[in-house]
């Protein structure tokens, strides 16, 4: 026979016992852990914010600080910018200036007494104004050009000798070392200085000369073109004068 249970429904225990109040209450359980949630997620999101405002706020302080004592110190930065830039432009003036005032006073000094200057051009590189001739093309460094006479070719290669006495001469070229032409002395001591005036062939003896002296030890100023040509070594200067001065002794014999 099958059982029947004749407990009242109300009575009733277990998992068949039907619901005495409905789902209202679960429903506002539910709806008030929610709330709770959103609440805690409110506070919490709120506490961040303010977090983040105070450290803003300090970062303004602490950029408003920095950038007042960056405004104190500014005249000091530029004190020594001003120091560096002109401590740098003194420095190079200083690696490229050359001492022309001694070395013309050295030239009065070893200057015989039988040459005589009729030209002198003086140039801190080969760039600079006053360098025309090939040989001082050849020169990167400070450079002087002489052209004068003297009394015959003997006298030039005594001249070209004493030039070596300069302190801070590298080498010495000579460009040409002439004795005037059949007849052309003569016109010249006649008629007084050539055209050009700067004729001092006035005897047949005389020679007319044209030097360079090279001083390439010395700095060579930097230009914006950047380095000149490679110098020729001494050695072939001193052979080209050697070759150059006895071709005009021959000429003169």
């Excluded at 006649?190 to 005036?197: D, T, V, W, Y």
């Excluded at 380095?227 to 001494?234: H, Y």
Aim: some cysteine.
């Amino acid at each position: 026979m099958r059982p029947i249970d004749l407990t009242p429904s109300e009575m009733r225990q277990g998992a068949r016992a039907p619901m005495r109040t409905g789902p209202i209450p679960y429903i506002l359980l539910g709806a008030l852990v929610a709330v709770l949630a959103g609440v805690a997620l409110l506070v919490t999101t709120g506490n961040q914010v303010s977090e983040r405002e105070t450290e803003v706020a300090q970062l303004k302080r602490e950029d408003s600080a920095a950038k007042q004592e960056a405004r104190r110190l500014a005249p000091y930065v530029q004190f020594q910018t001003l120091h560096e830039q002109r401590l740098a432009t003194v420095s190079s003036l200083a690696d490229s200036r050359f001492d022309w005032e001694r070395v013309v006073r050295e030239l009065s000094l070893v200057l015989p007494a039988d040459v005589w200057l009729t030209e002198l051009k003086a140039s801190a590189s080969a760039e600079a104004e006053g360098g025309d001739s090939g040989l001082r093309s050849s020169i990167a460094g400070p450079a002087m050009e002489l052209e004068g006479c003297a009394v015959g070719q003997e006298s030039v290669a005594r001249f070209v000798t004493v030039l070596k006495d300069i302190d801070g001469v590298t080498r010495v070229a000579v460009a040409s070392s002439e004795l005037p032409s059949s007849g052309e002395g003569e016109a010249s001591s006649e008629g007084g200085e050539s055209e050009g005036g700067s004729e001092c062939r006035t005897r047949k003896y005389i020679a007319k000369f044209s030097i360079v002296v090279a001083f390439d030890a010395a700095p060579v100023p930097i230009t914006a073109e950047g380095e000149g040509e490679a110098p020729a070594t001494a050695t072939e200067t001193a052979e080209t004068t050697s070759t150059e001065t006895e071709s005009t002794e021959g000429e003169e014999g």
